[in-house]
C-alpha cells in the first residue's frame, strides 16, 4: 500500500506540476518581439518520450505556423538579426541530435508544407550506427545527404559525442567541434556554420571562445524572443517543444512565450546534469 502510494506520487505529481507551470506560464505574456527558434527532438511518438511527437501534431503545428508565423531558415534569420531587421512573427525550426526518425517523418512533413528546419547532428553516432544513450538510433549519413538536398534542411554541429562543454578539457572542446565539422564537411561536401550546445549547456569560456571562432551561430535554450540590436547570435535562445504542448501551449511558444517553464526546466536541469559527462 505505502509503496503504491510512493509510485503514485513520484509520478503523478510531476505531471500535475508540470501541467501547472504549463497553464501559469503560458497566463505570462511573451518578453517581446523578435526571431523565435524552437526546439524538437523527435517525431514518431513510438518511444514515448515526452520530446517524441505524434507525426500528426507535428504536422498540425507546421500547418499552424504556415499560416500566422513566417518560418525562415537559420542563416536568413541570423542575417536579419545582425543586421537589425525587423523580424517580428519570424520563426526558425530546429532539430537536435540527428535521429532515424529526421529522414522518416520530418523530411517528408516539411516537404509538405515547404518549410525550412535545421538539424544538429552528433556526428559519432552516425559513424558508428549506434543508438544514443537513450535508445533512439541516429540518422544515416546517407539519409541525411537527400534531407540536405532538398534545399530545406540546413545541417549543424552538436559536437561529434554529444558532449557537454562546461566540464572538457581544452583538447577535448577542440576535438569534439573539430572532428564534428570535419566529419559533416567530409560526408556532405558543405562547410556548417551552425552549433547547438548538447542539453542547452553552456559551454566553458574556452569552449565558447572556440565555438565563436568555428561558427556563426550557436544555440541553447531560455525560451524567449531573439531581439534585433539585443542578441547575440552565438547565445541563441531556444524554446523546447514536448508533446504535452499540444496546440495550445506550442501556440504560446511560437509566439515567444512560456519562459517561466523553461526557468524551471534549467534549474532541475543542472541538478540532474550535475555529474554527467554527455
Ligand atoms: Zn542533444
Known amino acids: 500500500m505505502k509503496c503504491a502510494m510512493v509510485t503514485c506520487v513520484s509520478i503523478i505529481l510531476p505531471m500535475l506540476l508540470g501541467r501547472t507551470v504549463k497553464y501559469v506560464a503560458a497566463a505570462a505574456q511573451p518578453s517581446g518581439r523578435g526571431v523565435v527558434v524552437l526546439i524538437y527532438h523527435r517525431v514518431g511518438g513510438e518511444s514515448g518520450s515526452s520530446v517524441d511527437l505524434e507525426p500528426a501534431l507535428f504536422a498540425e503545428q507546421l500547418r499552424w505556423l504556415h499560416e500566422h ?7 536568413v534569420a541570423v542575417d536579419a538579426l545582425v543586421a537589425h531587421e525587423d523580424v517580428d512573427d519570424v520563426v526558425v525550426i530546429t532539430f537536435d541530435d540527428g535521429t532515424a526518425d529526421f529522414a522518416d517523418h520530418v523530411v517528408p512533413a516539411l516537404m509538405a508544407q515547404d518549410t525550412p528546419a535545421t538539424l544538429y547532428v552528433a556526428t559519432d553516432f552516425m559513424d558508428r550506427g549506434e543508438p544514443f544513450p537513450w535508445g533512439a538510433p541516429p540518422i544515416s549519413w546517407a539519409a541525411l545527404r537527400d534531407a540536405a538536398s532538398t534545399g530545406l534542411v540546413t545541417v549543424g554541429s552538436h559536437t561529434h559525442t554529444h558532449r557537454l562543454l562546461d566540464r572538457c578539457d581544452e583538447a577535448t572542446v577542440r576535438s569534439e567541434i573539430d ?27 574556452f569552449a565558447e571562445s572556440v565555438v565563436r571562432e568555428r561558427f556563426r551561430s550557436a544555440a541553447l535554450a531560455g525560451t524567449r524572443p531573439n531581439r534585433p540590436g539585443r542578441t547575440d547570435v552565438h547565445r541563441l535562445a531556444r524554446s523546447p517543444i514536448q508533446r504535452s504542448d499540444g496546440m495550445r501551449y506550442f501556440a504560446a511558444k511560437a509566439r515567444g512565450g512560456m519562459r517561466l517553464e523553461d526557468d524551471l526546466r534549467r534549474v532541475a536541469n543542472r541538478v540532474r546534469y550535475r555529474g554527467a559527462s554527455s
Open 69 to 75: 508565423r513566417r518560418v525562415v531558415s537559420i542563416d
Open 179 to 205: 572532428r564534428s565539422i570535419d566529419r559533416i564537411g567530409t560526408e556532405l561536401d558543405a562547410a556548417t556554420r551552425h552549433f547547438a550546445y548538447p542539453k542547452a549547456v553552456h559551454g566553458s569560456s
